[in-house]
């Protein structure tokens, strides 16, 4: 059947089986000698970036101001366009700096420059392991543990925002020290005709894979949910434990606690109504703290998904802002010493708090830029040591396959949120996806 | 003789660009469709040949049929809705011909067309938002309990989806059949009302008959834009809420640059080519055979 449909092909078309007559650059000897610098040659670094996201722009010019030397040509995306994208930019037109979704696909398409040899001459692997391990994949494709592929401009924090003004109204006065207390104020609210929580889940988005991994990481032991994002042998989202956190999820949707149209609603409604003080709480990253501070300065507060009992483990998704060299970058040297400039400059390492809102990267006692008192900002980063102490630091449960947000999380949680799925067959439909999809 | 041989060539040589873009933006990318259909490919890496299995997968998976009845339903709206107003519209604006109303009327009818299906797609999901017109609208006729997020409602996206479609193809079908209705000879209505038929029977004997041919181009038009709908359900509600707005042209794009299944994607692809075909041909058969 295919010779017959390559019979009348043009001769243009070569007949041969797709994708085999791709050439594999040399990816395994990366352990060889490298340039700790961006020398002192005129040099353009291709970059590819997010979007919507003022760092990597800033850190740029930041660092063509302090090495003149440098140039940038930047193509800007939207980050779910960058997903799709990937492969094929990474193959074809090779960037030296991209913004990258969840690599463990591009890994084994040898699409990326291992970066041990780098990690090696800066002493990246002296930094804490947690800020690098999702950025580790080994030879079987699994994330977690083998050699760097990637490294963070930053690392991000999620936790539950909340309108301090609203919070007042329903008389929360301090942020609820376990689950309980959260269920309290959210029939509170619910009771004073305000909105509880706003969350996206329309479209492409399903916004509740946030609340829902808090409430697990609430029930159970994030170790286990990384497990199961890392793709280790045997791991399931299948759990007695996840399986009542998609239950506590579905009370809260039967309860009324969430906006009744969040199956329509996208991140920026989302962020608009909670800027506009429409909702009292909402759940997402530190990304947009300095955002939040900017437009509700004062009245936005943050706090990490309470633990079942009150001073028990609390737990946060936290994953670095991926950026990753490509295995074809033509400076792939001087990538790689922006990359260590940000997490090791001083200027930088501001740019990342003040603008990028997350905590740099980096050794655990480097200098941190000052932030005011009562702010978002000083929120989310304080929780970041929480986490740090707790051990709790957890990838999305969206990053597990390249696939499994959009074709299986946001789907089936549309329909929990319609009252047309159960949490039992959610996480059963969940788990059936991601055995093929890694399997695939 | 030689005279005709070197016209003919000089024939091809004319058609020589077009034939080669033809080949190479049309044939080429459909040949390769057909070839990776066969094949397990990630779009990078290497690929193994699997025979029919994208195919079979294709028919057993409820999910991906699903996207085709989908594509079914959407004929509905972007095809029997529109061209049924569209005859409507198109005999009452023929009715006021010469007034200024109906030059206004096509003009407004004929908009959607010039509008980017994007914008079109935009404009719409804010109109269907829960804080929308349409929901104000409702609200303000007492009919507030009706109100909801159209395009976020499972019973509701995908009609909501067709309503977009309909309002965006009625102007198309309502300006070709105007066009079909100039053509008509004046004087069969003319004799038709000495016979004394009334407007409903002359739209019937007279009207419906003659515009077989531009009918069939209509109904062949958004019969393709529904099988072959992307731009308006990715705008409006990227498949959601839970696949019930999945198609087939989404789902091909999903499948291909977020699944990396180029196999699988090309061979619903292929399916949809032939989906198409099979519903168009008999179609352009049915209005042919009408005119001769």
Redesign the interface.
């Known amino acids: 059947m295919a010779a017959l449909a390559c019979a009348g092909l043009l001769a243009a078309t070569a007949c041969s089986a797709p994708g085999s007559d791709s050439d594999t650059p040399d990816t395994a000897g990366s352990t060889g000698a490298v340039a700790t610098t961006c020398g002192s040659d005129p040099v353009t670094l291709k970059g590819y970036f997010e979007t919507g996201f003022p760092l990597p722009k800033q850190l740029s010019d930041e660092f063509t101001k302090q090495f003149p030397n440098v140039k940038w040509e930047v193509r800007e995306d939207q980050f779910a366009v960058i997903t799709q994208n990937a492969p094929r930019v990474l193959a074809d037109d090779p960037p030296d700096l991209m913004r990258l979704p969840q690599v463990s696909e591009l890994v084994k398409d040898s699409l990326l420059k291992p970066l041990d040899g780098y990690a090696q001459a800066y002493g990246w692997d002296k930094w804490p392991a947690s800020q690098l391990e999702q950025m580790r994949v080994n030879p079987d494709g699994r994330r977690g543990d083998g050699p760097l592929q990637a490294q963070g401009l930053n690392f991000s924090m999620t936790g539950v925002f909340y309108n301090k003004k609203l919070a007042a109204q329903v008389g929360m006065t301090q942020p609820p020290a376990t689950l309980a207390d959260l269920d309290a104020v959210l029939q509170k609210a619910k009771e004073a005709g305000l909105t509880p929580i706003d969350q996206f889940n329309g479209g492409a988005t399903g916004g509740l894979a946030f609340p829902l991994q808090n409430l697990m990481a609430s029930y159970g032991d994030p170790a286990a949910i990384n497990d199961w994002i890392f793709q280790k042998p045997g791991a399931t989202i299948d759990t007695p434990s996840n399986l009542r956190a998609a239950q506590h999820l579905e009370k809260w949707i039967k309860a009324g606690y969430f906006a009744s149209d969040i199956n329509s609603q996208d991140y920026a409604t989302m962020m608009s109504r909670f800027i506009g003080g429409k909702a009292l709480f909402m759940f997402n990253g530190d990304w947009e703290s300095g955002n939040l501070d900017k437009q509700m300065a004062g009245n936005a507060g943050f706090f990490l998904m309470p633990s079942q009992a009150a001073g028990g483990k609390q737990a946060a998704m936290s994953a670095p802002l991926t950026y990753g060299i490509s295995a074809k970058a033509t400076h792939a040297d001087c990538a790689a010493f922006f990359l260590n400039w940000v997490a090791t400059d001083q200027k930088a390492r501001d740019i990342a708090v003040t603008v990028g809102g997350s905590h740099p990267m980096g050794p655990s006692d480097a200098y941190m830029p000052a932030v005011k008192e009562g702010t978002v900002t000083a929120a989310t980063l304080t929780a970041g040591a929480t986490i740090g102490k707790d051990n709790g630091a957890m990838d999305f449960i969206a990053n597990a396959t390249g696939a499994i947000y959009a074709k299986s999380w946001t789907p089936q949680l549309q329909k929990l949120a319609a009252g047309q799925q159960t949490p039992a067959a959610l996480l059963k439909s969940v788990q059936k996806d991601y055995e093929s999809q890694v399997k695939g | 003789m030689t005279r005709r041989h070197s016209g003919a060539w000089l024939g091809w040589l004319f058609a020589a660009p077009a034939a080669v873009m033809y ?2 933006f049309v ?2 990318p459909l ?2 469709t ?3 259909s ?12 699997v025979g029919l299995e994208n195919y079979t997968r294709l028919f057993t998976e409820p999910e991906q049929f699903a996207t085709i009845l989908h594509a079914f339903e959407l004929i509905l709206f972007f095809s029997l809705v529109p061209v049924l107003l569209g005859l409507f519209v198109a005999a009452t604006i023929r009715g006021i011909a010469q007034s200024r109303l109906a030059m206004v009327a096509r003009t407004v009818l004929f908009l959607p067309q010039v509008i980017p299906l994007v914008a079109a797609g935009i404009m719409w999901s804010w109109l269907l ?2 804080t929308g017109l349409a929901n104000e609208l409702l609200s303000a006729v007492g009919l507030g309990r009706l109100t ?7 019973g509701t996206a995908l009609p909501a989806v067709g309503v977009i479609g309909a309002w965006v193809l009625v102007g198309l079908c309502t300006l070709l059949l105007l066009a079909g209705m100039s053509k008509i000879d004046p004087a069969l209505y003319e004799s038709a009302r000495l016979d004394g038929a009334g407007p409903v029977r002359e739209f019937f004997a007279i009207t419906l008959p003659s515009l077989r041919q531009e009918i069939g181009v209509c109904v062949t038009v958004t019969i393709i834009a529904a099988l072959a709908s992307f731009d308006i359900v990715y705008i409006s ?7 019930s707005t999945m198609v087939p042209g989404l789902e091909i794009f ?1 499948l291909a ?6 196999g699988r994607a090309s061979a619903l692809a292929v399916v949809l080519v032939i989906l198409v075909l099979a519903c168009v041909l008999p179609v352009q058969r049915f209005t042919r055979d009408g005119s001769r």
């Not at chain 2, 909801?148 to 499972?154: N, P, S, T, V």
Request: proline content about 2%; overall charge negative; charged content about 15%.
């Open positions: 080949a190479v044939l080429r040949a390769l057909v070839q990776y066969f094949y397990d490919w990630n779009g990078i890496g290497a690929s193994t040949w938002s829960s909801r997020a159209w395009l976020g409602d499972f509600t990227q498949g959601g809420p839970g696949n999903y640059f977020s699944e990396r299944e180029v």
